[in-house]
């Protein structure tokens, strides 16, 4: 069988991380296969081939070299980039192939040195690119002169840092043609399928966007994802030359899906027996991407030394340039064999253990670049990818180091002259820039938080949120939470009775959930021992009556607080992602809809991701606070988001690729699927959904706006010689890219997502979700009719203006009229209507309203001119308006019907009495898209404390706003929100003298004769709670936070 091969050369070179490579051989007709593991190899190259030959090659070719655990792989990915680009197979400009073979240059003979290299002719004789002349030579020459200190390994990942931005990285043509019969190359890579024409991409089929793949003989098929991405056919079609190359292509489209996209393969038996062939049975059968990273840090051992190329290097010490162009620089960097230097001294039993296993006995050859190599044979004692047997084994001696092979020297912090962000410019950088390379930062990051068997453990269990399996997972009692009452927490809202109940949790939680909690308990608690009872987590966090005593805090450096902000909005992210990746996946059941595949294939990766963030984080602020963890790294914070965001980068563009047609389908499904419709209303009323799914949707969107916003605060308060100040300039760099299209993305999306939501909630109008229509207002105003003015709630689109009042049978809005903008007027009324009122003539109809405040009327005023001015200009005139079950502006008739409703009206629909638009009815005030995309940015979690009603005492709350609303929890660890206070119409500041409050940092919410007091526990978390908060409160006599400077806030009134 081919995995016997496989796992032989695997087993020779001690490789862990063996899946993302693969043994390639080209038929007679020069094709490139990949040996099938799962046939025989006689069946493949014996018949084809007099003399077969296999090449060990890169498989998989990962977006993200920091996803590589050892650098062993790193090493020998590297070797690969090199042959890639010396065969031409790596096409890029002159100054990125230069770059790149200079990092090869470094690592092999290390640092420039003037009187070894006097001009470029050193590098004469090796091939680096196809077409090398003195010239490249001479970038070549300028670019190694800037790399002085980096060691081996830090060139070799520089040197994938920069070779993974080619957009030719990793991709193998596959010649075919189109429809048309013109020429094109087809590849596939970890994104999807890309079409070329030459060598120039011209589209990119994303998996996302992929429904199915297959083949028919020669014809290659792409099914896409109907309506949702533009694309004028649902069905794409190409041709290759013949059958067998085109079963190639789709097989390695098949692997390439399989390792990248899923989180796991069902292994189905390819050897049944059938009367008639319903196609081909293959299907990848190895580890995916995410089992990998699993399987490696579960079974991690310290990877002995392995012998890298010493060519350069050592004739270098020993020869002059000129001998050494004759001797040694002519051997290929990629033509000895990879052996790891072993250790001798090893027991009697660890060689047993390790015989049992399979282990064999290598011999570390002499080459002809170090002739004072001696052949030595040794034992050896690491967990290879081919056994599943898990690593219990000791750890052993460090190996023996020999003078002619000195081990590569570890991974440390410097200050390298370049970036691979330099790529295309040969001008040398500001030594202030960054402080190490990225993949390096990567590595050192990891090893600095996998320093025990435990740490592996959790991480492991951090990484698994989706593999539900209770053997693995579970020795003891699953973990239940059990949430006391809030403490005098009654937070009412103007005229409904906001009140909250405490209700405790379900006794019986699914395996997914209590998996999810202990993730977030292992992260926040990371020094507690979980034992089999039942434990009450609630006991971290006390009801506070009078003063608390705390820990005394030396911590003065805003960049704390900061770096806390990071964290605590970060566990609210995680948090958010599992109710769609853990409480939702666990509604649906086993058999997911169709409508939710997708979904849940594009949140699993961004949960997993950043279950991993949040422990890093919160290991970091531990040793900030003096309390456990690495203090060396106290006063740092952004070089942990650097370490997490390259490789979450692909996944959002992902996500920003498939997520509008996740809105879609989940539309589409609601109003046609009634079972479905049932489900995601029965999930939007548990207490842990405690905003609409759609905006948990939205949620990593979000995320990245805060991620921008964050770190420009932290820019913004370092100096220039801020040692953290680098790593932020690099974070802030690699996330400029992807936030170009997210504001847009964002905006339609939001749009998207807010129309599905009113559609919800109005009665009587049934098309309200169309192309081209948007979003601009809703709010309630006042109605001038016969029996005077009557409530009435306004929701103006771009092209329609509807009025509706709410049904107090089913609590949703029933449209009583609407008005086509193109034909609207707006004047200002006479006499005693004048009071912040508003004409509004649309067609025969006039409708007379007023505003609770003139503010409210000048909103509503200049939204309704630009909306209508903006509707008059729109050439587009198909838009259509059905399904007005109600046009009448006669308030008697509607009163009526209203009456007749509650009669023949089943049971109210469960709605969410904290949504804005209730808010609104309530609060008499209005919101528009603007304040719901600048309330994306102002999102805070964190704990605040809060006065009690009744006495002086405090007590201190988790609090997270989002959404225009403060929902409160007993600890972060709590799975819903015990209470909420939507705070549209509040005003916020400080309290006054008469509040008798006596306590710093203290902020006064009001509305009416509503009052609350919260306290934060320093200035800066102060001032950003007055932030946020004051970007989502309105009031009458409206306050607008106005900074002075970075450390004080006052309060202007707007006459």
């Not at 250790?343 to 002739?371: F, I, Q, T, W, Y």
Request: charged residues 25%; neutral net charge; proline residues 5%.
């Amino acid at each position: 069988m081919g995995r016997v091969l496989f796992e032989q050369v695997c087993k020779q070179l001690h490789l862990l991380e063996a899946d993302y490579f693969g043994l390639e051989y080209w038929d007679t007709h020069g094709t490139r296969y990949w040996l099938d593991l799962q046939k025989p190899i006689s069946r493949q190259l014996g018949l084809s081939l007099v003399d077969p030959l296999l090449h060990f090659c890169v498989k998989f070719y990962t977006p993200d070299p920091a996803q590589l655990e050892e650098e062993y792989t790193r090493y020998l990915f590297c070797l690969q980039v090199k042959r890639d680009l010396s065969h031409g197979g790596l096409q890029c400009n002159e100054n990125t192939a230069a770059l790149m073979a200079s990092y090869i240059v470094q690592a092999e003979c290390g640092d420039y040195v003037a009187e070894d290299y006097p001009d470029h002719t050193y590098l004469s004789s090796y091939k680096f690119v196809p077409q090398q002349d003195q010239e490249m030579e001479r970038k070549i020459m300028e670019n190694h002169k800037k790399h002085t200190g980096q060691s081996p390994a830090e060139a070799d990942l520089n040197l994938l840092e920069t070779a993974r931005r080619c957009e030719l990285y990793g991709v193998k043509m596959h010649p075919a043609k189109d429809h048309e019969n013109v020429p094109l190359n087809l590849a596939v890579a970890h994104m999807g399928i890309i079409v070329f024409q030459n060598y120039t991409k011209i589209n990119t089929f994303s998996w996302a966007k992929i429904r199915k793949i297959s083949f028919k003989r020669k014809r290659f098929l792409i099914k896409l994802h109907p309506e949702g991405y533009g694309y004028y056919k649902d069905t794409v079609e190409f041709f290759f030359e013949g059958r067998d190359e085109c079963k190639n292509f789709w097989k390695k489209c098949v692997e390439n899906h399989g390792f990248f996209r899923l989180s796991a393969v069902k292994h189905i038996s390819r050897h049944k027996t059938r009367v008639l062939s319903r196609g081909s049975s293959f299907r990848y059968s190895g580890k995916t991407q995410k089992q990998i990273i699993e399987f490696v840090r579960d079974n991690y051992v310290k990877r002995q030394t392995f012998q890298r190329s010493q060519s350069f290097r050592h004739s270098s010490a020993h020869s002059s340039a000129t001998n050494m162009h004759s001797t040694t620089v002519g051997n290929s960097i990629s033509a000895h064999p990879l052996l790891p230097l072993a250790d001798s001294n090893l027991s009697v039993e660890v060689s047993k253990l390790s015989a049992s296993l399979g282990s064999m006995e290598p011999h570390v050859r002499g080459r002809p670049g170090s002739p004072t190599m001696k052949s030595v044979s040794r034992h050896h004692a690491i967990a290879t990818s081919w056994s599943s047997v898990p690593d219990t084994r000791p750890t052993t001696q460090p190996p023996i180091q020999t003078m002619s092979s000195p081990p590569s020297p570890p991974l440390q912090k410097t200050q390298p002259a370049s970036s691979p962000e330099d790529s295309a410019t040969t001008s040398p950088m500001k030594p202030t820039i960054t402080s190490s390379p990225l993949a390096v930062r990567v590595a050192v990051h990891r090893a600095d938080t996998d320093n025990t068997k435990k740490d592996l453990i959790d991480r492991t269990k951090v990484n698994n949120s989706n593999v539900l399996d209770n053997n693995n997972f579970y020795t003891s009692t699953p973990l239940r939470t059990t949430n006391g009452n809030l403490s005098e927490i009654s937070l009412s809202t103007c005229s409904d009775n906001y009140y909250s109940t405490i209700n405790t949790l379900n006794s019986e939680d699914s395996p997914s959930k209590v998996l999810a909690k202990e993730q977030l308990m292992n992260s926040i608690n990371a020094n507690t021992i979980l034992n089999g009872n039942t434990t009450n987590t609630t006991t971290i966090i006390a009801d506070i009556e009078g003063e608390t005593k705390k820990k005394p805090r030396y911590i003065l450096d805003k960049t704390y607080y900061i770096a806390k902000e990071i964290l605590m909005t970060e566990l609210t992210y995680k948090k958010d992602l599992d109710i769609i990746n853990v409480w939702f996946r666990d509604e649906i059941g086993k058999e997911e809809p169709e409508e939710c595949q997708i979904l849940l294939s594009l949140i699993t990766p961004l949960a997993q991701a950043h279950g991993l963030l949040v422990k890093d984080l919160e290991q970091r602020l531990q040793g900030w606070d003096s309390t456990g963890g690495p203090r060396a790294a106290a006063g740092r914070i952004a070089d942990v988001l650097l370490a997490h965001l390259p490789p979450l980068l692909p996944i959002y563009e992902e996500y920003l690729d498939g997520h509008m047609l996740v809105l879609e389908r989940l539309d589409t499904a609601f109003k046609q699927n009634n079972r479905f419709e049932q489900l995601y209303r029965d999930f939007e009323t548990q207490k842990v959904c405690y905003l609409p799914l759609t905006t948990f949707v939205l949620k990593p969107l979000h995320r990245l706006l805060q991620y921008q916003a964050l770190l420009q605060r932290l820019l913004k308060h370092y100096g220039p010689n801020h040692p953290d100040r680098a790593d932020c300039l690099t974070a802030s760099d690699t996330l400029k890219d992807l936030m170009v299209p997210v504001s847009e993305t964002l905006e339609q999306s939001k749009n998207l997502a807010t129309l599905c939501e009113l559609q919800r909630d109005i009665v009587g109008f049934d098309n309200l979700v169309q192309s081209g229509r948007k979003f601009i207002r809703h709010g309630c105003l006042l109605k001038h009719s016969r029996k005077g003015y009557q409530q009435r709630m306004f929701f103006l689109f771009s092209d329609i203006l509807l009025y509706t009042s709410r049904s107090q049978a089913t609590l949703q809005f029933k449209v009583h009229g609407h008005m086509p903008l193109r034909g609207v007027l707006i004047e200002e009324p006479d006499g005693d209507l004048t009071f912040n009122g508003l004409i509004i003539y649309g067609g025969n109809r006039a409708l007379t309203v007023a505003a609770n405040s003139p503010e409210e009327k000048e909103k509503w005023k200049i939204d309704l001119q630009n909306a209508i001015q903006l509707a008059r200009d729109k050439s587009d005139t198909k838009i259509t308006y059905l399904s007005l079950k109600s046009c009448s502006s006669s308030d008697e008739h509607i009163d009526q019907a209203e009456n007749n409703d509650v009669g023949t009206q089943t049971k109210p629909q469960a709605q969410r009495s904290n949504s804005t638009v209730h808010v609104c009815w309530h609060r008499s005030t209005s919101i528009s898209m603007k304040d719901e995309l600048l309330a994306v940015e102002n999102q805070l979690s964190g704990y605040l404390l809060r006065k009690f009603k009744s006495s002086n005492g405090w007590q201190k709350l988790w609090v997270v706003f989002t959404s225009f609303c403060l929902f409160f929890y007993k600890g972060c660890l709590d799975e819903f929100p015990l209470a909420s206070l939507p705070l549209l119409g509040y005003s916020v500041g400080p309290p006054q003298v008469d509040d008798q409050i006596g306590k710093d940092y203290v902020f006064k919410l009001q509305y009416k004769n509503h009052v609350y007091f919260f306290r934060a526990e320093s200035e800066y978390t102060y001032t950003r709670w007055m932030e946020v908060i004051g970007s989502a409160t309105q009031s009458r006599l409206k306050k607008k936070l106005t900074l002075v400077n970075e450390n004080k806030i006052e309060t202007s009134t707007e006459k």
